[in-house]
């Protein structure tokens, strides 16, 4: 389910009243009533209860976890988040393991988007459980979220990719397309992560004329979300692009490409994304 208020497309990180603050607190220990988020594979440890799903906190397990086992992550609603790695003891089945993916339905948006924050955070520590320059292993450094190597003190932050999404308009068309790795019938608009020495706008060009062949002009700031399934930070823009040009999949990356009109919208990105708001604005003649 999206969130809407006021009319307005709500995304999954904006999850007013509700409030998430990402500042790291070295000093903060575990308490009764702070929220626990485990992760096995892709799957992360919920309460259900029924249909409604909620983050499990401390006080609903046998026995608190090891200091070793647990890290601080942020705060929602002045509630501490801590990852912890080793499964707590639970008997109760109320506690089931949700694939990552429910975000896109659960009702609770403040509810998905920590869920999938603290995916973002589980998975850089895991891939940096060893130093990439030395190959000892290494910790959590104290005052700062920081992984240290134990040999070489080489440091490690979380890592954010940037990536650009643009909404391509042209005679009250958009171009939509079909990723190959897309189920179905489902349209997006174009993206690509910005590749070293490249500004935003040469990534849009270039990821354009890469994968269906336009050139695009008009190059305008849109907004910004964080997209922590991949680690990105996506960038958007609106252009406008040429629909006289002939449109060249790369068959690659994109399956098949087209202009379609505000009536005519294929199945696409859900609200909850950039993608989503562009294209379903894009609808209402807001872009």
Known sequence: MIAIVNNSIIMIHEILPHRFNNS?????????????LHYEGNTVLLVANGDDL?????RDFEEEPGEQDNIFLFTLDNIACFLIWEA???DEPRFVFMDISFFRTEKKQEIAWVCIAGYHL????????FCGRCGNTTKHKHDERAIVCMQCNTIAYPKISPA??????????????????????????????????????????REVKEEVGLDISNIRYYNSQPWPLSGSLMIGFTAEGDESQPIIPDNKEIAEAAWFTRDNLP????NLSIAGEMIEKFGKGEI
């Open 24 to 36: 790291y607190l070295p000093d903060r220990e575990i308490s009764d009533d702070d929220y626990i």
């Open 54 to 58: 909620s983050i499990p906190r401390r």
């Open 88 to 90: 707590p003891k639970r």
């Open 122 to 129: 589980m998975t850089w520590y895991m891939q940096n459980r």
């Open 164 to 205: 650009v999404i643009v909404t391509i308009t042209c005679n009250d068309k958009i171009l939509l397309a079909r990723n190959t790795k897309f189920p179905g019938m489902w349209y997006s608009l174009l993206a690509g992560y910005v590749d070293i020495g490249e500004s935003l706008e040469e990534t849009l060009r």
């Open 267 to 270: 199945e696409h990105a859900l």
